[in-house]
C-alpha cells in the first residue's frame, strides 16, 4: 500500500505504508531518459526498528551524498537525482539503500538511456536465390545505453502477412537470416523496426525482387601456375561455382592480385565468363597472390547483374626467374654510396636486363639508346602497370634485343 | 539445391542381424532402469573417480562462473550475494552413513537445476545475448544433471536394496515466484555462491565415500574369494 508524502518544495512522494518486506523502495526498476532526473524513495517497515536518518543510499556502489536526501518520514527517506547518464551496464544500474551499519535494505534497477533511432543502411542479398540475409546500422551513434531490440519484418508488396525474421544468431551484430520460403519475380517489402522502453524507431521500406540481389559462391579450385618459362605471365584457371548450373546463371569474374610483400592489389576487370586468365606484364622471379570473385548474370534469362561474391581463396605462384640475370650481374656492387648517379645506374642496368642481353655489349650507345627510351615510354617502366595485365590477348610490347 | 549445402543427417543401414541384437541391448539397458535414468555396471573406484572429476571441473567453472556474474550485475554485487533469500538450497550435505550422504548429493544436484535454469531465464533478459554469462550458466545446469546422474547410478549399484525417493515437484527447494530486478540480482548470486559451496562440498564428500565405500566392497569380495 502507497502513501503519498508532500516532500521539499512541494514535490509529491510515493513511499510505502506496508513495504513489501523488510524495505522497499518506488519506484522500481523504471526505464528513463538521459538527462533527466529522478526521485526515488525507500520505505523500511516499522518493525525493522530503523530510522529512516540513519540510511543512505548508493548508485553503482558509490554512495550519494545527503545532501541530495528528503527525510518524508520516520521510516521513508528519499533522493534525488538529476542529469541521469547512461547506464553502465546493460541489467540496470543499481540504486540501493542501506541501513546506517551498510546491510542492503532494498534495491532497484534503473535502466537509463535513449530511445533508439530510425535504423539505416538496409541492404540485403540472397544467396543463389534460396535465401535472404539482411544487415543494417542502429540510427544516431548507436548506442541507447538500455536494451534495444531490433526486428526485421518482410512481407510481399501487394498481397501476404507481413512476417518476422526469426535468425539473428549469424555472428554480427544487426543482421538476420532468412533461410527459406522466398518468392520469386514479385518485390518484398523489407524494414527494420526498433524498440526499447524509452520508444521505437523505424526505418525506411526498402524493395527488392529476390532475383536482384542474388550473389554466389567464390570459385573455387582457382589455380595459379607458370606459362612455360615465359617470365612476365602466370596464367589462372578456376572452376565456376556449381549453383550457376542450377539457376541458368552465367557469370561474369574478376580477378586481383599482388605481390607477395605488397598490400596493394591490381584489379582485371571484365574477365568476361571465360574460366581461365593470363597475367601478362608481370615482374620475373617474383611471387604474386592471385583471387577470384563472381558475379552471376542472366538470372533467369535477364542481363541484370548480381551482386559480387566474396573473393576466392588466395593461391600463389612465381614467374620464372629472368635468364638474362644469369649472363651476369649487372647489380651495382654493395657498399657504394647511395647518390643519383648510382640510382640512375641502377635504372640503366634494369632496363639493360630487361631488353639487352646480359651486360656483355656495354656501350655508351646502349647508355644513350635507354636515355631515348626514358623520355619516350615513361609507363613501361612500372612492370605492374594495369594496361599491361589484362588477359591474354592484349599485345604487350616486346623487348627488342639491342646492341 | 545449391551444391554447398551439406546433408547433416547421415543414411544409416542396419543389418538384421544387428537390429536384433541392439533390440536385446536395449532391453537389458531398459531393466537396469530406475527413475530414467540408464546405468551401467561398472567397478566402484572408477565410476567414483569419474564423478569426482566432473565435480572437480564443475567447482572449478562455478568459480569463474559466480565471478562473471558479478561483473555482469554492475558495482555492489558483492553485498547482494551476502543477502538471505528463502527457498535456494543450502550447500550443506547431510546424512550419517554413506548412503545417505550419498543420497544428499543427488538430492541437492537435482535441486539446484531448477534454480540454475531460473537464473538462466532471468540473466537471459538482462544481459546481451553475447554475454559469456549466458553460455557458462547453461553449462553448469548441464554437467549438474549429469552428475546427478552419475550420483543415481552409483547409488544403485552399491545401494541396490535402498530405493531413491521420488523427486520434489514443489519442494521448500522450489524456484521463487516473479521477481523485480533487483531481486533477480541477489537471487541469482545467492545461488551461485552457495551453488559453488555446494560442490566443494561434494569434492571432499566424494573423496570421503571412495575410501569409505569401495575399500569396504573390494575387502568383502576378498574375503568371499577365500571361500
Given amino acids: 500500500m502507497q502513501q503519498v508524502c508532500i516532500g521539499d518544495y512541494g514535490i ?14 518506488f519506484p522500481q526498476d523504471p526505464a528513463l531518459r538521459m538527462g533527466s532526473s529522478l526521485t526515488a524513495t525507500c520505505t523500511v517497515s516499522p518493525e525493522r526498528g530503523l530510522h ?4 543512505y543510499w548508493t548508485m553503482n556502489g558509490k554512495r550519494l551524498p545527503s545532501s541530495t536526501y528528503d527525510l518524508l518520514s520516520p521510516n521513508c527517506l528519499s533522493v534525488t537525482l538529476h542529469h541521469l547518464n547512461g547506464s553502465q551496464q546493460q541489467s ?41 540475409s539482411c544487415k543494417w546500422t542502429p540510427g544516431g551513434r548507436g548506442e541507447t545505453f538500455i536494451k534495444t531490440k531490433y526486428t526485421l519484418k518482410y512481407k510481399l508488396r501487394w498481397y501476404g502477412r507481413e512476417r518476422e525474421c526469426e535468425d539473428y544468431s549469424t555472428g554480427q551484430h544487426y543482421t538476420c537470416y532468412i533461410p527459406r520460403d522466398l518468392a520469386l519475380f ?55 561455382p556449381p549453383a550457376l548450373k542450377d539457376f541458368l546463371f552465367q557469370a561474369k569474374y574478376q580477378i586481383r592480385y599482388r605481390l607477395e610483400d605488397s598490400t596493394e592489389w591490381k584489379v582485371v576487370d571484365d574477365v568476361g565468363n571465360q574460366t581461365s586468365c593470363r597475367l601478362a606484364g608481370l615482374r620475373a622471379g617474383t611471387v604474386y597472390f592471385v583471387q577470384v570473385r563472381c558475379n552471376p548474370v542472366g538470372i533467369y534469362g535477364s542481363r541484370k547483374a548480381g551482386i559480387w561474391s566474396d573473393w576466392s581463396h588466395p593461391s600463389a605462384a612465381s614467374t620464372p626467374h629472368s635468364e638474362r640475370l644469369q649472363s651476369g650481374s649487372c647489380e651495382p656492387k654493395p657498399g657504394e654510396q647511395n647518390s643519383t648517379l648510382r640510382r640512375e645506374l641502377k635504372q640503366f642496368f634494369g632496363w639493360v636486363r630487361k631488353h639487352a642481353y646480359g651486360c656483355s655489349g656495354m656501350s655508351i650507345k646502349l647508355y644513350d639508346q635507354w636515355r631515348v627510351w626514358l623520355q619516350k615510354s615513361h609507363k613501361t617502366r612500372n612492370q605492374v602497370d594495369k594496361t599491361d595485365s589484362n588477359c591474354y590477348g592484349i599485345v604487350v610490347p616486346s623487348a627488342g634485343r639491342l646492341s | 539445391m545449391s551444391g554447398h549445402v551439406k546433408n547433416m543427417c547421415p543414411q544409416l543401414t542396419i543389418s538384421q542381424a544387428a537390429r536384433t541384437l541392439l533390440s536385446l541391448l536395449l532391453v537389458a539397458a531398459i531393466d537396469s532402469v530406475s527413475a530414467g535414468v540408464v546405468c551401467r555396471k561398472q567397478p566402484c573406484g572408477s565410476s567414483l573417480q569419474r564423478s569426482l572429476k566432473l565435480t572437480k571441473l564443475i567447482h572449478k567453472e562455478s568459480v569463474d562462473l559466480l565471478k562473471t556474474y558479478k561483473l555482469s550485475q554492475g558495482d555492489m554485487s558483492e553485498l547482494f550475494c551476502q543477502m538471505s533469500i528463502n527457498n535456494v538450497p543450502d550447500p ?11 543420497l544428499s548429493i543427488y538430492s541437492h544436484c537435482k535441486a539446484f537445476l531448477p534454480h540454475l535454469k531460473r537464473v538462466t531465464e532471468q540473466q537471459t533478459d538482462l544481459q546481451p545475448p553475447s554475454c559469456s554469462l549466458l553460455s557458462k550458466l547453461s553449462t553448469a545446469h548441464n554437467r549438474t544433471n549429469g552428475l546427478a546422474n552419475q550420483i543415481n547410478c552409483i547409488y544403485q549399484t552399491l545401494f541396490p536394496n535402498l530405493p531413491i525417493p521420488p523427486e520434489p515437484v514443489d519442494g521448500p527447494t522450489s524456484v521463487p515466484p516473479s521477481q523485480n530486478v533487483f531481486q533477480q540480482k541477489v537471487y541469482g ?9 555446494f560442490l566443494s562440498r561434494v569434492t571432499r564428500e566424494l573423496r570421503t565415500l571412495k575410501s569409505q565405500v569401495c575399500t569396504r566392497r573390494i575387502t568383502f569380495a576378498d574375503t568371499n574369494a577365500l571361500f
Avoid at chain 1, 509529491?12 to 523502495?25: E, L, R
Avoid at chain 1, 529512516?52 to 540510511?55: D, L, P, Q, S, V
Avoid at chain 1, 542492503?104 to 544467396?127: D, F, H, I, Q
Avoid at chain 1, 612476365?232 to 584457371?237: E, I, K, N, S, W
Fill in chain 1, 52 to 55: 529512516a536518518n540513519t540510511m
Fill in chain 2, 92 to 102: 550443506n550435505i547431510s546424512g550419517l552413513d554413506p548412503s545417505e550422504r550419498m
Fill in chain 2, 189 to 197: 548470486c545467492v545461488v551461485l555462491k552457495r551453488f559453488k559451496a
Fill in chain 1, 92 to 132: 540496470g544500474d543499481n540504486l540501493v539503500c542501506h541501513s546506517g551499519d551498510g546491510h542492503v535494505l532494498a534495491g532497484s534497477c534503473l535502466y537509463v538511456g535513449m530511445p533508439p533511432e530510425k535504423p539505416v543502411n538496409l541492404t540485403c542479398w540472397s544467396r543463389n536465390t534460396k535465401d535472404l
Fill in chain 1, 12 to 25: 509529491v512522494h510515493i513511499c510505502y505504508v506496508s513495504p513489501p518486506a523488510v524495505a522497499g523502495i
Fill in chain 1, 186 to 240: 514479385t518485390p518484398y517489402e523489407i524494414w527494420v523496426e526498433a524498440s526499447n522502453q524509452l520508444g521505437t524507431a523505424t526505418s525506411d521500406v526498402i524493395t527488392l525482387d529476390i532475383l536482384d540481389v542474388v550473389t554466389t559462391d567464390p570459385p573455387d579450385n582457382v589455380h595459379v601456375s607458370r606459362v612455360g618459362e615465359l617470365e612476365d605471365q602466370l596464367t589462372v584457371h578456376w572452376g565456376s
